[in-house]
């Protein structure tokens, strides 16, 4: 049974930070994409990171330099250390893994609440 649980989420006053997880079971971890969305109230889903099998990263343009994607095969976990939070940053973050050998098997995960306010 694939799963992908995140955690991490939570209130944080503006320029915090914290670190969201995601921790996979259910398939080859190695051999898949992964990557963090967000979606606010009232917005599209939209792309936030993502890192490849090889480690390649890619950011949103809105968070460059000041969140990071990393993932630890050994322990099928992927993670997003988030920093220099601003309000616009709020919103339910989902993580998702997408095959590197067929794209459209891919799998999400619940998502988890990132709130920044003071």
């Known amino acids: 049974q694939v799963q992908l649980v995140e955690s991490g989420g939570g209130l944080v006053q503006p320029g915090g930070s914290l670190r969201l997880s995601c921790a996979a079971s259910?398939?080859?971890?190695?051999?898949?994409?992964m990557s963090w969305y967000r979606q606010a109230p009232g917005k599209q889903r939209e792309l936030v990171a993502a890192i490849t099998t090889g480690g390649t990263r890619n950011y949103a343009d809105s968070v460059k330099g000041r969140f990071s994607i990393s993932r630890d095969n050994a322990k099928s976990t992927v993670y997003l250390q988030m920093n220099s939070l601003k309000p616009e940053d709020t919103a339910v973050y989902y993580c998702?893994?997408?095959?590197?050998?067929?794209?459209?098997?891919?799998?999400w995960g619940q998502g988890t609440q990132v709130t920044v306010s003071s």
């Open positions: 259910g398939f080859t971890f190695s051999s898949y994409v």
């Open positions: 998702k893994a997408r095959s590197a050998f067929l794209s459209s098997q891919m799998y």
